[in-house]
């Protein structure tokens, strides 16, 4: 008898753990497929609220792996996917749809033999140079309003720092040989040129007006082509700055970051291949210039620059949407390739 009652109690039991309710945690519980979430929740307790989420797509660049969403990065690939979300949403059971990669071009070209013979063009060629010297154009400014604000802030201040202005300081805007002769020089109009310094082919040129010359005397005894005011306290030259760029929705996002830029003292322009940055920023005490030879082209009209607090966010449109490897084109590369 006793061997039966085991049988019948070991059945019971087997029996009520089949026909019980499962235990809150496990199964009912679905994995969401968000990207930076991968939790288990409760589809009965699923708020707007519930998930923690990355909504871009992830993007590598320079070593980087990047959230498009949120721009948090890191060069370790472990800690860029423990990256918390940036988005509060519900959870999803649901795979993302993997994106479709492009495929590669080829050209097929038929041979004499009886097999096929496959030559692969490659993808994302740089695009041509044959008008590098077409026309400068300035890429349209958008200011936000932290970066004005900050701009008042720090002209509330500098007032006593004019009161430090020597006569006989020499005006530091290029292409202007005028003195401070006193207040009144500070009421004076400036001539000067606002663009940047090329040299190409043996010819020199001011960006801003192109009077394009192969003297060297004669290119810095031009004369100035932009009205404006003197700047009589020394500006610092910053040649390196720090930068990085993405590219996402046909754009390319490059952001060249310092502190309290001076819109009407900064100047983006292009020729939709060739891309020249002058931003006086550190609230007018620093200025950097940039010069890109962009990968590929971009549509000049189509661009703009934001001016933030703390940051040029240049969003310059393409003339195609293939992917740029690169930001700046690279000769050497190109012509290894062709070899």
């Not at 004019?162 to 207040?183: A, M």
Request: one cysteine or more; hydrophobic letters at 30%.
């Amino acid at each position: 008898m006793a061997w039966q009652e085991t049988f019948v109690v070991r059945k019971v039991i087997a029996f009520s753990c089949y026909n019980s309710e499962p235990w809150m945690g496990e199964e009912k519980l679905l994995y969401c497929y968000n990207k930076g979430c991968g939790t288990k929740f409760d589809p009965g307790d699923n708020n707007n609220d519930s998930c923690l989420y990355h909504p871009g797509a992830p993007y590598f660049h320079d070593a980087y792996k990047i959230w498009s969403c949120c721009n948090q990065k890191s060069t370790d690939f472990s800690t860029w996917l423990s990256l918390k979300g940036c988005t509060r949403g519900q959870h999803s059971n649901q795979k993302a749809i993997a994106e479709t990669k492009p495929e590669k071009l080829e050209t097929k070209i038929k041979s004499q033999l009886s097999e096929e013979v496959i030559v692969w063009s490659g993808l994302n060629k740089p695009a041509a140079r044959h008008d590098s010297l077409k026309i400068m154009k300035a890429i349209k400014f958008e200011v936000t309003d932290g970066a004005l604000k900050g701009i008042e802030r720090f002209k509330s201040e500098i007032k006593e720092a004019e009161s430090d202005i020597h006569v006989g300081v020499s005006c530091k805007n290029t292409g202007c040989e005028k003195v401070y002769e006193g207040e009144e020089s500070k009421d004076e109009k400036c001539m000067y040129h606002s663009g940047v310094a090329i040299f190409h082919e043996g010819m020199k040129y001011w960006s801003c007006c192109e009077k394009k010359t192969s003297d060297f005397g004669t290119f810095l005894e031009q004369k100035g082509c932009t009205t404006g005011q003197h700047c009589w306290t020394k500006t610092e030259r910053i040649d390196k700055i720090r930068e990085d760029w993405f590219s996402g929705g046909g754009f390319i996002h490059l952001n060249v970051y310092c502190k309290g830029a001076i819109p009407e003292s900064c100047k983006v322009e292009s020729n939709g291949l060739i891309l020249q940055i002058k931003v006086v920023h550190g609230f007018g005490a620093k200025e950097t210039q940039l010069n890109y030879e962009l990968f590929g082209r971009i549509n000049v009209d189509a661009s703009k620059v934001i001016i933030g607090e703390r940051k040029l966010e240049l969003i310059l449109k393409q003339e195609d949407i293939a992917s740029w490897p690169r930001l700046t084109y690279d000769a050497k590369s190109v012509e290894a390739k062709a070899n």
